[in-house]
């Protein structure tokens, strides 16, 4: 079976006079389901036709996610300060995309205290409630309790809006206005040299 380029069955043809059009067209004879009965065959160009094909490949790698599932454990009477560097762990894991398992092991006794697990990875879903959200509730596996977080879509910063300028600036620029008031303060002066002046005056007629 012989396909064109531009996709038109050209019915079944033998092998030669299928070699012979795709010389006639400059491309190449391609089989492309060689299990098909007869053998179904294309005219194209190969060298594009594997570009293509390569050009797919990448396409679906890039759309392909590789979930990679972290763990990380706790115990049931852990203390703060454990619990704070655990929980700063699974919120970097889930930053990056991952999922995470959390594990409570129990040992010995504590196995008659579920409530005591159970009570530190409803806490620990309170604590990543903005990055994730609970896949797996907690469930009892043996001596373990898990439960799986599954990291939400990171949203994009919004930029940020430019500030407007404080309104105390003019007043802050108006300051300097005082200044005119205390060079204002010499203007009484020329009455005090005017009294001067009349005294001066006065003096000669005092004489006479």
Do not use: W
């Amino acid at each position: 079976m012989l396909i064109a380029e531009d996709g038109e069955q050209l019915g079944v043809r033998p092998l030669p006079q299928a070699l012979a059009l795709a010389r006639e067209a400059e491309l190449d004879l391609v089989e492309v389901a060689p299990n098909a009965n007869p053998p179904v065959c294309k005219i194209m160009d190969f060298r594009r036709y594997q570009y293509e094909q390569q050009q797919r490949r990448k396409e679906s790698r890039k759309k392909a996610t590789n979930v990679v599932v972290k763990e990380m454990k706790y115990r049931p009477k852990i203390d703060i300060h454990d619990y704070t560097t655990k929980t700063k762990k699974v919120q970097q894991f889930l930053g990056e995309g991952h999922k995470v398992k959390v594990t409570i092991m129990f040992r010995g006794r504590e196995m008659a205290h579920p409530e005591l697990g159970r009570k530190i990875l409803d806490r620990l879903a309170e604590d990543v409630a903005e990055v994730a959200m609970v896949e797996s509730a907690p469930r009892q596996d043996g001596r373990n309790m898990t439960m799986v977080l599954h990291p939400l879509k990171q949203q994009k910063p919004k930029p940020a809006k430019p500030t407007k300028p404080a309104k105390s600036a003019p007043a802050a620029a108006a300051e300097p206005t005082a200044a005119p008031a205390a060079v204002a303060e010499p203007t009484p002066a020329p009455a005090a040299v005017a009294a001067a002046a009349t005294e001066a005056a006065s003096e000669p007629a005092a004489g006479a």
